[in-house]
C-alpha cells in the first residue's frame, strides 16, 4: 500500500512539474511553445527525409525521377524488405538526440521521435498488421535499462492512433550473442547477423500471411534488418517493411 501511495505522489509531482516547466527545444534546451518541439534556429539544423526518395529503401533523391524509382544500390541487389522509411538522416544532430535517451531519461524526446516515425512512416503503418521492434543485438543488453527499439515501436504505435496494426514486442527473439558490429565490413556485419534471430515459437502462428512492420533507432548497413526480414519471411509473413528514427545515407557516386 505504501509504495503505491508512494508512487502515485512520485506520478502527481512529476505532472504538476510537467505543468510548471516550460516545455525545452529538444536541440538547444531554449523554451519552446510545444513539449516535444524545436525551436526555430534548431529546426533547418535537423535533416528530415522527404520525398523525392527511392521507393524501397527511401534513400533522398536530389530530383524527382518518378514515385517508383530506385537507387542504385536497390536496382543493383534488391533488398528483402518492400519499403525502409527513416524520419532522420542519422548525422551530428540527430546523433545527439538519439544517444540521450538511450539513456531512458528523456522521455519528451522519446514522444517527439514517435510523432515524427509516425509520419515518414504513415503508409508503412497503414499497412502493417503487426509491429515489432528488432531485438537487442550486438548492442550490450546490460548497459541499458530497456530495448530503444521496443520503446520507438510503442510510441510510434501511439502516435498514429488510426492503425490498425498491433504492436508485438516479442515477435521476435535474438538467439544467440552476436558481438560488436563495429569494425566489420559489410559482409562480415550479414554473416555475423545471419543466424541471430528467429520468430518467438509464441507468435509463429499468428504471423502466416502477415504484414510485418519493423521497428529500430538507425538504419546503418540494413544487415540487421535483413537478417530480421529472411527470419519473418521464412515464418510466413507476407510483406516486411522497416522504419527507423534515423538512417545512414551515404553520399551518391
Ligand atoms: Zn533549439
Ligand atoms: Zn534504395
Redesign the pocket.
Known amino acids: 500500500m505504501l509504495s503505491t501511495g508512494l508512487g502515485h505522489l512520485r506520478v502527481a509531482g512529476r505532472t504538476m512539474l510537467n505543468a510548471v516547466l516550460p516545455p525545452l ?6 523554451i ?1 511553445e510545444t513539449p516535444g518541439g ?6 533547418p539544423g535537423f535533416s528530415f527525409i522527404a520525398p523525392p526518395y527511392c521507393a524501397r529503401c527511401a534513400h533522398p533523391f536530389v530530383h524527382a525521377i518518378g514515385a517508383e524509382a530506385l537507387c542504385g544500390a536497390c536496382a543493383m541487389r534488391p533488398p528483402r524488405y518492400r519499403r525502409a522509411r527513416a524520419a532522420l538522416v542519422y548525422d551530428e544532430r540527430s546523433r545527439k538526440l538519439v544517444l540521450p535517451f538511450k539513456h531512458g531519461d528523456r522521455t519528451d524526446i522519446a514522444r517527439a521521435c514517435g510523432g515524427w516515425m509516425a509520419r515518414a512512416g504513415a503508409e508503412l503503418l497503414a499497412d502493417a498488421d503487426l509491429v515489432a521492434p528488432i531485438p537487442l543485438h550486438w548492442r550490450r543488453l546490460f548497459m541499458r535499462r530497456y530495448n530503444q527499439a521496443q520503446l520507438l515501436a510503442r510510441i510510434t504505435v501511439a502516435a498514429a492512433p488510426s492503425t490498425r496494426a498491433r504492436l508485438v514486442p516479442d515477435l521476435l527473439r535474438r538467439r544467440r550473442w552476436t558481438g560488436s558490429q563495429t569494425g566489420l565490413a559489410g559482409k562480415q556485419r550479414h554473416d555475423n547477423v545471419r543466424q541471430a534471430f528467429d520468430v518467438h515459437p509464441r507468435w509463429a502462428a499468428l504471423l502466416a500471411g502477415k504484414s510485418v512492420l519493423l521497428v529500430d533507432d538507425v538504419f546503418t548497413t540494413g544487415a540487421t534488418a535483413e537478417a530480421c526480414v529472411r527470419v519473418l519471411q521464412r515464418g510466413g509473413a507476407r510483406h516486411v517493411d522497416v522504419l527507423t528514427l534515423a538512417r545512414v545515407v551515404r553520399p551518391a557516386v
Do not use: R
Open positions: 527545444c529538444l536541440g538547444c534546451g531554449e519552446v524545436l525551436c526555430a534556429a534548431c529546426w
